[in-house]
């Protein structure tokens, strides 16, 4: 390998590593702005199939301490018309990775220029189980403060632990999810 040929690989796998690492912030009001930013850009791509976009996740609870990376979901009409965005949605600086685990998901992530990860977006068929949960885990730690509390000082601990490691912080926060997603499930059908 030549010398350039070395550094490049040494960038890519320092820029791969930075990306894989989780670094939390404490909520930033600059947050739902980001998200309605990009929501009006994917809306003039998925305006066909697009029936609503919704901002998930930590940063869309306020309070709640998150990686600053703004999650979006859409609820499209057809994934196939989706599919047929790909190009569109590259043009906007995403990246398509099929369902990427989740049957019936469409997934995209975006970098900026230092391919520091800073969007995602989960696009699922209306009405899908998926849209419900998410929506539910969202809505529920808003109205739920204490739960909220709970759930940022776990992500506090577990992005301590192994340096910050992605796939550990995911799996930390399996449990936790999956508890509270239940509850949320049982509220939202209660209201």
């Not at 040494?10 to 009001?29: E, F, H, K, N, P």
């Not at 996740?57 to 703004?70: D, E, M, W």
């Not at 906007?92 to 992530?109: A, N, Q, S, T």
């Amino acid at each position: 390998m030549d010398l350039v040929a070395g550094i490049e690989a040494a960038i890519g796998a320092a820029l791969r590593a930075q990306d894989m690492t989780v670094v939390l912030q404490d909520y930033s009001a600059e947050w739902p702005v980001r998200f309605q930013d990009e929501a009006s850009k994917i809306d003039q791509v998925l305006q066909e199939t697009l029936v609503a976009l919704h901002h998930i996740g930590s940063t869309a609870v306020p309070g709640l301490v998150a990686k600053p990376i703004i999650d979006l979901m859409g609820e499209v009409k057809s994934l196939s018309a989706c599919d047929h965005a790909v190009d569109a949605m590259r043009a906007l600086g995403y990246e398509p990775m099929g369902e990427y685990g989740i049957p019936g998901r469409r997934y995209y992530r975006k970098f900026n220029a230092g391919r520091v990860r800073t969007h995602h977006l989960h696009v699922f068929r209306q009405g899908s189980a998926d849209v419900i949960r998410h929506l539910a885990f969202r809505d529920y730690l808003i109205a739920h403060p204490e739960a909220a509390a709970e759930y940022g000082a776990l992500k506090r601990k577990l992005s301590s632990l192994d340096g910050g490691d992605w796939d550990s912080y995911l799996a930390g926060k399996d449990r936790f999810v999956q508890k509270t997603e239940q509850k949320a499930l049982i509220w939202v059908a209660g209201r």
